[in-house]
């Protein structure tokens, strides 16, 4: 008969790994679990925040995430504790004074003493039975293969299994009972013969789903190895063009590269988010597979059963998934060797050539949260698209068109400026301006600008030395502040350029010159306001100008008709020579004159806002 000790112990051990239970973990439902089985199971969930019971499959909330931070079975963890400092004592010898025991038979289900040992040893019908050493059953290193004894029939083992209870029996309480109820009664040892069959089931699946997966992440290496040596290929064309137009054409080249560099990180962006999946999926299947596993190590009763029958459902369904399919690894290559390098024939053309192969199209359209108050857009250092509403508040979008975050709710904005250092400055509808810390937290620098309401109407850009340009479209002038604050160290007087008030002001990145725009007419100048260059296009109402600058300081403009709702962004040189078009009369919705604004992601895409939406469109 099983001792007190054997008894306790059994009742001890987690459903999952069947081990006495370590930092043991409660839910809500009240079943108990090792903290490290209960981290396992969280990780092949989807939901992070809620974990659910293996037994009853209720879920329970984890705070933060975290399965440490869940109430600990502090009672039962005491228990645990000193079940296993307690020395079990032979079970064989008839003694009162029982002598410690220093083995366990595992067929006769006894604890043994040294001279028992020697007893068993010796008698002929034991020579099969498998004994341990003691000290391997209380570490765990050795479970424990015992029947245990029917309450109801103190004499019997329990030798039968239930399908219908799924639970152990007798073979006395299987007959009376479980019979007469209609319940199907198999032999213990069949039973978990049919257990031990699915687990070698499922794992033999697992690793054919895990070779196919694996065959496919090798795969994606083959396309961005092909991929790779497409663009190495796209950038010795490049150089050597280069070579023959050294003097002229330099600053091309670094677009250029820019451009396949561009398009190398979008290309790998797509590789490394399918790569991503699928290396989730086997680390899902491996997690499943280890705890389905702990099945073979001891029979399977009660709340491990069924925790083991949820984990076999849930490994079943995940090996249920289709296979990953290779063709879109091999679609991102097939798009990307349609792009190729074409070199311009005459010296005296503008560029080196260009790529060709691809197209611009719009890859999102967001409705902006506060409605018609589009005030300004400019990027962020960190490659975000930050929009200003008039109404209050900064939005900050991805370049696939989620917004990642809102700050300065209270704030209207006409105007925002980043400083090399993550600082931002921002211009308030009263034509304030005010200096933020990167955490948007507001300095104590003050700005002497013109008192004057401009609302939309005026601008400001920061230059690649921090200095700090504001326009004010009514009195046609263009002031220049440090980020230190307090009066502007220049004026730049604009009236002298037809009498077009600066509406829009926009520095270059690896000179001081700006671009200046009003309407249809937008002007390059340098930083005094000197050498400019005029660009115009069609009639001032009916075609407005937004222009842009890339990071290679090329120019980009968005004409906008504004009676049709229809949109071409075009192209140019850091002196407003054409170049080619990038896209053609796209739709836009509820058109507001003058309410535009173009900016180009950090990473190539670009971002065309409207008082009420923002366009985000990618060379496809």
């Not at 083995?103 to 341990?132: A, L, R, T």
């Not at 091999?330 to 074409?342: C, D, L, N, Y």
């Not at 109402?541 to 990071?551: G, L, Y």
């Not at 950090?602 to 469109?617: D, H, Q, V």
């Amino acid at each position: 008969m099983a001792t007190f000790h054997q008894i306790i112990s059994q009742n001890l051990k987690c459903p999952i790994c069947l081990n006495l239970f370590n930092q043991p973990k409660s839910l809500i439902c009240s079943h108990t679990f090792c903290q490290k089985c209960l981290r396992r199971i969280s990780q092949t969930q989807s939901d992070k925040d809620t974990i659910n019971c293996p037994i009853c499959r209720r879920g329970t909330p984890l705070p933060r995430g975290d399965v440490e931070k869940l109430q600990t079975n502090v009672p039962l963890s005491s228990l645990v504790d000193k079940v296993k400092i307690k020395n079990p004592t032979c079970t064989v010898c008839e003694m009162d004074d029982k002598s410690p025991a220093v083995s366990y038979c595992q067929d006769c289900g006894k604890y043994m003493c040294k001279s028992c040992e020697k007893g068993h040893s010796i008698w002929k019908p034991f020579s099969n039975h498998e004994v341990v050493p003691v000290s391997e059953v209380l570490s765990g290193k050795v479970p424990l293969k015992m029947r245990r004894k029917c309450k109801k029939h103190p004499s019997e083992d329990e030798e039968c299994f239930c399908t219908g209870c799924r639970e152990y029996v007798c073979c006395k309480c299987g007959m009376l009972r479980h019979s007469k109820a209609g319940h199907d009664i198999e032999e213990a040892a069949i039973h978990e013969e049919k257990l031990m069959e699915n687990i070698n089931d499922l794992k033999k699946r697992v690793r054919s789903k895990k070779t196919t997966i694996e065959n496919h992440i090798d795969f994606i290496e083959t396309q961005r190895n092909e991929i790779a040596i497409m663009l190495r290929k796209l950038n010795e064309d490049i150089d050597k063009t280069y070579e023959e137009y050294m003097q002229l054409l330099s600053a091309r080249r670094e677009a250029l590269k820019i451009q396949v560099k561009q398009w190398s990180q979008k290309f790998e962006r797509k590789f490394q988010e399918m790569e991503m999946e699928s290396r989730h999926t086997v680390s899902h299947m491996t997690a499943l597979e280890e705890l389905v596993t702990n099945g073979m190590n001891e029979l399977l009763e009660k709340d491990a059963l069924l925790a083991h029958d949820t984990l076999c459902e849930n490994l079943k369904s995940f090996l249920g998934r289709d296979d990953p399919d290779n063709q879109s690894p091999r679609g991102v290559t097939e798009r990307a060797q349609k792009i190729s390098f074409r070199r311009y024939e005459k010296v005296n053309e503008p560029s080196l050539g260009e790529l060709e192969g691809y197209t611009w199209d719009v890859r999102a359209e967001v409705k902006l949260p506060s409605g018609r108050s589009m005030g300004c857009m400019t990027c962020a250092p960190d490659g975000k698209m930050a929009v200003g509403s008039l109404n209050g508040r900064i939005h900050l979008y991805r370049p696939d068109g989620e917004l990642q975050q809102t700050v300065l709710n209270d704030v209207r904005v006409t105007n925002i400026g980043f400083l090399s250092d993550g600082r931002s400055v921002v211009r308030d509808v009263h034509g304030k301006m005010s200096l933020y810390t990167p955490q948007w937290e507001k300095l104590d620098v003050t700005f002497e600008t013109i008192s004057y309401y401009g609302g939309r109407d005026d601008d400001l850009a920061v230059d690649r030395d921090d200095n700090i340009y504001v326009s004010y479209w009514g009195l046609g002038k263009i002031q220049m502040f440090t980020p230190q604050g307090g009066k502007a160290v220049r004026d730049i007087m604009f009236d002298e350029y037809g009498g077009y008030g600066p509406c829009q002001i926009i520095s270059f990145h690896n000179t001081g010159n700006l671009i200046v725009k009003h309407a249809s007419v937008v002007v390059c100048i340098d930083s005094k306001g000197k050498e400019p260059n005029v660009l115009k296009k069609g009639d001032v109402i009916m075609s407005d100008a937004h222009p842009a600058v890339c990071r290679d300081d090329s120019v980009i403009i968005a004409w906008v008709n504004n009676s049709e709702g229809l949109v071409s962004i075009n192209r140019y040189t850091s002196d407003l020579k054409h170049t080619h078009n990038l896209i053609t009369d796209f739709k836009i919705q509820c058109p507001y004159p003058g309410s535009y604004n173009l900016q180009e992601f950090e990473s190539g895409e670009i971002a065309f806002c409207t008082s009420s939406r923002l366009y985000i469109l990618d060379a496809i």
